[in-house]
């Protein structure tokens, strides 16, 4: 006889435990914060508040946070106002600590409100509470501020961003630019427009507007002086890296303001002025060498690089730096492949015959040199090349990284090398300036079928460009990444030209340039698809006086003369 089965007592009477008020608030808030249910929020805090349910800093931040982003919307503006201010006050009340989070939701509540000084006596407030304040934090007050038209508020909350190493991005610099303006500051206009130079490269449309709207005006055809040292321009020119001098306003008179393109080679199809490839400025040059060979000291002997360094001193007039690794074993990673004698020998006699006859400087690790002086096949080229200085050969136990990126960033000239130097740029990052350094100074290469494409720098730089005659020129980012279909504005005045041509009718466009005028004319031909290098390594027996390369001029801008020096290889490695 078949007998029945039933579950057994403790299963059939298993029940999901109920949660107690605290869980129940918690998990009921997280939805009301996923859902953005302003009003759900509030009614769940009021309930628990009567209850006297135990509410955290966690639930309490996330009730500020809802409050600060309904006041968006003019439907629920008042009540998150309302609310917010009294939540922030329940946490005060009972010694909750706020934090960044808190400070800035309750900031944006009284920017909203329209108490922009409350939200900035917020943000001054942090410091007794320990707190760091990011740029978000300050944007309520600054915004409150520029909004309003308090433009000596604003400059104040931008002091206390400064004094706290805060960094205004695109959108604050905009807005302060645009206070500027619009109170008539034609000095403060003109700072912001600098400080928008270092920051971006290309500005939004919102922002181009702004500025459009200031050279448009008035009060910008006032300020200026036709009364102005054209040297001195120049001179800052130099100094910065070129793009621009930082003096001020140069000349008077009503500005032209055109949207246009600009051509491949940097030439403005509005007025002519030609773009420059910016550097970056002697000052950030001479910190960048520092910030790697002091990098190099904690890695490498110190003794050697030390050696390296002061040898460097006494041999600094090389035209371009080869960072002979990178390039040897260029595509050679296949069955049969090695170093590569012969795309070193391409990439150094170009250089050569493009550089007025100066051999560049190949760093090259001792082990590896030793290698190539030890086969009969390359030891004559490679005796050839320590007789006419042209390597440097690196201690045993040496990053050649090292040696070469400090060569390069030290004497200020090209570098041969597809290395993107990413270890580099994170360890000596926090220098916005090493991407424009690259930009200026790094020349690629290719070798295809054979034959040597170098791709030198370009021959203008896609940012904010201030010129010796006065006139800017500001790119407009776009939906393309392609730099010849970009708008550009082209803002100038004639006042300027004029006090160019009053002051020193001598100087010339190179005062548009970065100071190294002669680099900037010969990288433009350089750059000309009719004079671009084609070198075939496999043919190396014939007589390059008759290749194309002949026809292209020394493309770096440095024009020492050069002396004979020792092959530092040699000397180098009989000490090893």
Same mark, same amino acid.
Request: charged fraction near 25%.
């Given at each position: 006889?078949?007998?029945?089965?039933?579950?057994?007592?403790?299963?059939?009477? @298993?029940? @999901?435990?109920?949660?107690? !008020?605290?869980?129940?608030f918690h998990f009921n808030l997280n939805s009301c914060s996923k859902s953005k249910d302003l009003r759900g929020a509030i009614a769940l805090?009021?309930?628990?508040?009567?209850?006297?349910?135990?509410?955290? /800093?966690?639930?309490?931040?996330?009730?500020?946070?809802?409050?600060?982003?309904?006041?968006?919307?003019?439907?629920?503006?008042? +009540?998150? %106002?309302?609310?917010?201010?009294?939540?922030?006050?329940?946490?005060?009340?009972?010694?909750? @600590?706020?934090?960044? *989070?808190? =400070?800035?939701? &309750?900031?944006?509540?009284?920017?909203?409100?329209?108490?922009?000084?409350? *939200?900035?006596?917020?943000?001054?407030?942090?410091?007794?509470?320990? %707190?760091?304040?990011?740029? #978000?934090?300050?944007? !309520? *007050?600054?915004?409150?501020?520029?909004?309003?038209?308090?433009?000596? @508020?604003?400059?104040?909350?931008?002091? /206390?961003?400064?004094?706290?190493?805060?960094?205004?991005?695109?959108?604050? %610099?905009a807005a302060l630019l645009k206070v500027s303006a619009e109170t008539g500051r034609g000095e403060r206009v003109y700072g912001y427009l600098q400080k928008l130079r270092k920051t971006?490269?290309?500005?939004?449309?919102?922002?181009?507007?702004? =500025?459009?709207?200031w050279f448009r005006c008035e009060k910008a055809s006032e300020v200026g002086s036709l009364h102005y040292n054209v040297g001195l321009v120049k001179d800052a020119v130099s100094r910065n890296g070129g793009g621009w001098h930082g003096l001020g306003w140069l000349g008077r008179g009503k500005w032209h303001v055109r949207r246009g393109d600009v051509d491949s080679s940097g030439r403005c199809c509005s007025c002519g002025d030609q773009l420059v490839c910016a550097d970056i400025e002697d000052t950030e040059t001479r910190r960048f060498a520092q910030?790697?060979?002091? +990098?190099?000291?904690?890695?490498e002997v110190k003794a050697s690089?030390?050696?390296?360094?002061?040898?460097?001193?006494?041999? *600094?007039?090389?035209?371009?730096?080869?960072?002979?690794?990178?390039?040897?074993?260029?595509?050679?990673? $296949?069955?049969?492949?090695? $170093?590569?004698?012969?795309?070193?020998?391409?990439? &150094?006699?170009? +250089?050569?015959?493009?550089?007025?006859? #100066?051999? !560049?400087?190949?760093?090259?690790?001792?082990?590896?040199?030793?290698?190539?002086?030890?086969? !009969?096949? /390359?030891?004559?080229? &490679?005796?050839?090349?320590?007789?006419?200085?042209v390597l440097y050969a690196t201690p045993p136990g040496s990053n050649d990284d090292w040696y070469w990126i400090y060569a390069a960033v030290k004497l200020g000239c090209l570098l041969v090398t597809n290395d993107e130097m990413r270890d580099h740029i994170f360890e000596i &990052?926090?220098?916005?300036?090493?991407?424009?350094?690259?930009?200026?100074?790094?020349?690629?290469?290719t070798f295809l079928k054979g034959n040597l494409r170098l791709q030198?720098?370009?021959?203008?730089?896609?940012v904010i460009q201030e010129s010796g005659n006065g006139s800017w020129h500001v790119p407009i980012a776009g939906t393309s990444s392609e730099e010849s279909v970009k708008t550009w504005l082209c803002i100038t005045r004639p006042g300027a030209s004029d006090a160019l041509s009053l002051n020193e009718p001598q100087v010339d466009n190179e005062i548009q340039g970065s100071g190294h005028a002669s680099f900037e004319k010969e990288l433009l031909k350089s750059c000309d698809p009719a004079t671009v290098t084609i070198h075939n390594s496999k043919n190396e027996s014939q007589d390059i006086s008759h290749r194309s390369i002949t026809e292209c001029a020394a493309t770096t801008g440095k024009r020492k003369k050069r002396s004979p020096s020792p092959s530092p290889s040699q000397g180098h490695l009989l000490s090893n």
């Open positions: 006889m078949a007998t029945a089965t039933h579950s057994s007592p403790s299963k059939q009477n @298993k029940k @999901k435990p109920r949660q107690n !008020p605290e869980s129940q805090y009021e309930t628990a508040v009567s209850q006297n349910t135990r509410v955290s /800093h966690h639930h309490l931040n996330t009730l500020l946070y809802l409050c600060s982003q309904a006041v968006t919307d003019p439907s629920t503006k008042d +009540l998150a %106002i309302e609310h917010g201010f009294r939540i922030f006050n329940h946490m005060e009340s009972f010694c909750i @600590k706020p934090n960044e *989070a808190s =400070i800035t939701a &309750v900031s944006r509540l009284a920017a909203a409100k329209g108490d922009g000084d409350y *939200a900035f006596e917020l943000v001054k407030r942090m410091g007794k509470y320990g %707190i760091t304040p990011r740029l #978000r934090t300050y944007d !309520p *007050a600054l915004m409150s501020f520029t909004g309003s038209l308090q433009a000596d @508020k604003a400059y104040e909350v931008e002091k /206390h961003m400064i004094g706290v190493g805060v960094i205004a991005e695109e959108p604050e %610099i971006v490269r290309c500005v939004t449309e919102d922002t181009a507007n702004i =500025i459009e709207d910030s790697v060979a002091g +990098l190099a000291m904690e890695r690089f030390s050696e390296f360094q002061d040898w460097l001193e006494k041999h *600094a007039d090389y035209e371009a730096i080869v960072d002979g690794a990178n390039v040897g074993l260029y595509q050679q990673n $296949f069955a049969d492949g090695g $170093f590569s004698v012969s795309q070193l020998d391409a990439v &150094v006699r170009d +250089l050569y015959n493009r550089n007025e006859k #100066r051999w !560049p400087l190949v760093i090259l690790h001792s082990k590896r040199l030793r290698a190539l002086l030890e086969n !009969p096949t /390359h030891s004559k080229l &490679v005796e050839e090349w320590m007789g006419n200085g &990052v926090g220098s916005r300036f090493i991407l424009r350094w690259k930009e200026r100074h790094q020349v690629r290469y030198m720098p370009p021959p203008y730089s896609l």
